[in-house]
């Protein structure tokens, strides 16, 4: 499993019973997580004395119980600074365990003796592209929501990048890689974090299931002749690692040869030998 080694302001404390016990910098919130299926006894602190606790509802959805937590607060990820928020289901605006593929690009970014494109697609809040672009690429930074692009936007100016080479879009990822293959553009690098399922900007309907694969032979239309890398990360049940695996090797494998490897991301958890599972990635790189 790759696990997400570096952090400071962010730790797993505790998991049992179908949650997590998480501090994000100085606050220690409470949220459901459906892979902790194991109960052990609840016997730190945060677990009754959070500061936030997000309960999911029955009927789907939740809500969170806030008892002393600001409207938002800032944590670092080394020279990267993210602003965070308790918002709809469960989430923070962060994916702390994707730090691990941060750190990995990064190293192949600064490694290249050449100047390095990246698109990331399913951009969300930026931490993926604000490590690329703090690396030294330059960053077509792509995502469906007006909202979450300004975010990022946001979470780029706390980090001091707010001048580096990032090209932010609010548009569909399918019709704009499209767009990309008529124009004749050409990436190095390519992130694709995808939800299980989603909505476009136009109500554009999207299944991972169905639409992963399609997107990735779309994708090889606008890698350069010699591209860096290729990440694709998954949140959902069905694409396990080996998945992952068989999908890099059947199209960048195929055309460029180079690497390919898949696994489990996960998080640390305090005081324990625990890694909690994250989801998967799945790397190609030349």
Not at 194 to 208: A, D, L, N
Request: charged content about 20%.
């Amino acid at each position: 499993m790759w696990t997400a080694q570096h952090w400071t302001d962010y730790k797993v404390l505790d998991a049992s019973s179908g949650e997590k016990l998480e501090r994000w910098g100085k606050y220690v919130l409470v949220r459901p997580d459906p892979q902790v299926i194991w109960k052990t006894p609840k016997e730190k602190s945060g677990w009754t004395q959070y500061n936030a606790r997000y309960h999911r509802s029955s009927s789907g959805g939740g809500s969170w119980e806030i008892r002393k937590l600001p409207e938002q607060w800032m944590i670092s990820y080394g020279n990267l600074r993210f602003c965070l928020k308790p918002f709809g289901f469960k989430h923070t605006g962060l994916f702390p365990e994707q730090a691990v593929n941060w750190d990995w690009f990064s190293g192949l970014i600064k490694n290249c003796r050449k100047p390095v494109k990246v698109l990331n697609l399913f951009a969300y809040t930026g931490g993926a592209t604000l490590a690329a672009a703090a690396a030294g690429a330059a960053v077509t930074h792509v995502d469906a929501s007006k909202g979450i692009v300004g975010w990022a936007k946001e979470n780029a100016q706390l980090s001091g990048l707010g001048e580096a080479k990032i090209r932010w879009l609010v548009d569909d990822c399918v019709k704009f890689v499209k767009r990309e293959i008529r124009r004749g553009s050409r990436y190095d690098g390519i992130i694709m974090d995808p939800p299980s399922y989603g909505r476009g900007p136009g109500g554009e309907v999207w299944k991972i299931e169905d639409e992963i694969y399609g997107l990735l032979e779309l994708c090889m239309q606008i890698m350069s002749e010699s591209p860096l890398f290729f990440l694709i990360n998954s949140y959902t049940t069905g694409l396990q690692p080996a998945v992952l695996t068989y999908m890099l090797q059947t199209t960048m494998g195929k055309r460029f040869q180079g690497n390919v490897a898949s696994e489990e991301i996960g998080l640390p958890v305090e005081g324990s030998p625990l890694i909690l599972p994250c989801g998967a990635s799945g790397r190609w790189w030349a």
